[in-house]
């Protein structure tokens, strides 16, 4: 089983910056395929970000262009990067690790580890 932790959330106005970090200690191999995912008070979780075994990414529609997930494989560690971010971006954020998934890490997910999550929160 992988652990995860998340941090780097905090308060931040319309416009700003923050940087997601998310820890993963385990079996670093089922760290190949991540994601980044969130969610606001009285929705459902949504997909933020993944990225594949071979670095490749993919992004919701409403991060597109504003969020850069990546990754440093020699220590474990997610990143989100999030820019000009807006109000409805705020959410609780989590960073997760598929135990197994059908086909390719971007398809449907199996089993998955999560974090404890982290708060964003953009003030306008």
């Known amino acids: 089983q992988v652990q995860l932790g998340e941090s780097g959330g905090g308060s931040v106005q319309t416009g700003g910056s923050l940087r997601l970090s998310c820890r993963a200690s385990g079996y670093s191999y089922r760290t190949y395929c991540m994601g980044w995912f969130r969610q606001a008070p009285g929705k459902e979780r949504e997909g933020v970000a993944r990225i594949g075994t071979d670095d490749t990414t993919t992004y919701a529609d409403s991060v597109k262009g504003r969020f850069i997930i990546s990754r440093d494989n020699a220590k474990n560690i997610l990143y989100l990067q999030m820019n000009t971010l807006k109000p409805e971006d705020t959410a609780m954020y989590y960073c997760?690790?598929?135990?197994?998934?059908?086909?390719?890490?971007?398809?449907?997910?199996?089993?998955?580890?999560w974090g404890q999550g982290t708060q964003v929160t953009v003030t306008s």
């Open positions: 997760a690790a598929p135990q197994w998934y059908y086909g390719i890490c971007f398809s449907r997910w199996g089993d998955t580890d």
